[in-house]
Each structure stands twice: as structure tokens, then as C-alpha cells.
């Protein structure tokens, strides 16, 4: 069955630790997403990539960084200088502009 | 920039019974989508239904329907014959039509939790 996986389910981060959440897709999209949810609230963008070896900040992207070298893959790195991490994020994809957005199951990052 | 406003954190129904989520967002565009999503709590995001704006007929999924109110900004969700599978927190979004840079991706309200008594 075609569809997103994110991997760990559950991260812990150290301090002054880097850390990577994986998002893979079979469903043959271009464009990629990572959000990042916190209690109570909704959604927002942290990055984007609309083509391989493309990507854009979101709206949130400062202490995040990703890269784009397959179709497939949309990792995200958790860097030390987010000081702020813990939160559940969420990977979408996209086909055409007319279709809706994917997501895959997510990954709750918490801090020792 | 786009908003999405959510104003009922929490709202609570009768199964069998009928509920309706209210949404108002703020654009200066013509052409967009909008959605709303159900997140259990597995944190799943699932898509309900969508609207696009060009089109005048408000959207239907089963016992899910939308009311579009283009002028006023407004895309509340109604939910018929209320199911214990309903309960969920409920997010609606927007996303540009125009294409190109961070347009595609989606702006969330803050959602509205969904409980169904039995």
C-alpha cells in the first residue's frame, strides 16, 4: 500500500544533541513537508520541499534543517540550536496542486 | 499572510445527534482550498473533506457537509448521526490555489476537540 512512514515513532533528544526524524513516501509525490504540532495547537510549516534537491523554510524553521536527495526522502534534523524542541511533527506529501495533502503517523521528540 | 480561526475549543454532542465546527479565515486571494481533518488519538492525521473556492456547492462526505460562506470567510463542518468514532480533535486549513513557493503549504487553526457522549 502506497503511503508516508515516519520513523522513530518516539525520539529523545539530549542536550546539545542533534537529532534526525525520518520521513519516507511511496506514493511517487514531488512535494514534501514537515510540520510541527504543540498541545493545543494546530499545525505549522517548518519546512518545505516541492522538487529533489529543492527545499524552502516554512514558517517556523529557525533551529531546523532538511534535505532532499531523493524523491522519496524528506529527513529533518532537530539541531541544538532549537531550544524549544519538544513537540510531535508531522510529515505530509502532495501530488498534484489539486490534491490534498498526505500525512504520515508522526514523531514525538521529547528532551531528556 | 493567511489566518484560520477556530473559535470553540471544545465542543460536545449526543450520539445520533447532529453538531456543527465553525471556521473563519482571513485571505486577500480569490482561489484556495479548504479542508478539515479529524486527529484522533493515535495523532493520526485524516483528511474529512475538502472545498475548493471556485466552487459555489458546499461539499459532501457521507454524514459529513460543509457550509462555504465565500463572502463572509466562513467553512463551518457538520456532522450528522454523531458515532463514538466521531470524538477527535477537528483542525481546519487553508491553502492558497496560486501555486509556487510556501503557497501549498497548509495553515491550521487551533482545532476544536469533538466529544461524543454516549
Known amino acids: 500500500d502506497g503511503g508516508i512512514t515516519q520513523s522513530p515513532k518516539y525520539l529523545f533528544r539530549k542536550e546539545g544533541q542533534n537529532v534526525t526524524l525520518s520521513c519516507e513516501q511511496n506514493?511517487?509525490?514531488?512535494?514534501m513537508y514537515w510540520y510541527r504540532q504543540d498541545p493545543g495547537q494546530g499545525l505549522r510549516l517548518i519546512y518545505y520541499?516541492?522538487?529533489?534537491?529543492?527545499?524552502q523554510k516554512g514558517d517556523i524553521a529557525e533551529g531546523y534543517s532538511v534535505s532532499r536527495e531523493k524523491k522519496e526522502s524528506f529527513p529533518l534534523t532537530v539541531t541544538s540550536a532549537q531550544k524549544n524542541p519538544t513537540a510531535f511533527y508531522l510529515c505530509?506529501?502532495?501530488?498534484?496542486?489539486?490534491?490534498?495533502?498526505?500525512f504520515g503517523d508522526g514523531t514525538r521528540l521529547s528532551i531528556l | 499572510a493567511q489566518t484560520v480561526t477556530q473559535s470553540q475549543p471544545e465542543m460536545s454532542v449526543q450520539e445520533a445527534e447532529t453538531v456543527t465546527l465553525s471556521c473563519t479565515y482571513d485571505?486577500?486571494?480569490?482561489?484556495?482550498?479548504l479542508f478539515w481533518y479529524k486527529q484522533p488519538p493515535s495523532r493520526q492525521m485524516i483528511l474529512v473533506i475538502r472545498?475548493?473556492?471556485?466552487?459555489?456547492q458546499n461539499a459532501t462526505e457521507n454524514r459529513f457537509s460543509v457550509n462555504f460562506q465565500k463572502a463572509a470567510k466562513s467553512f463551518s463542518l457538520k456532522i450528522s448521526d454523531s458515532q463514538l468514532g466521531d470524538a477527535a480533535m477537528y483542525f481546519c486549513?487553508?491553502?492558497?490555489?496560486?501555486?509556487?513557493?510556501?503557497?501549498?503549504?497548509?495553515?491550521f487553526g487551533k482545532g476544536t476537540h469533538l466529544i461524543i457522549q454516549p
Open positions: 506514493l511517487n509525490h514531488d512535494a
Open positions: 505530509a506529501s502532495m501530488g498534484s496542486r489539486h490534491q490534498p495533502q498526505h
Open positions: 486549513a487553508y491553502r492558497s490555489a496560486r501555486g509556487g513557493g510556501g503557497a501549498d503549504g497548509l495553515t
Open positions: 472545498q475548493e473556492a471556485y466552487k459555489q
Open positions: 485571505t486577500s486571494e480569490s482561489d484556495y482550498y
Open positions: 520541499s516541492q522538487i529533489v534537491n529543492d527545499f
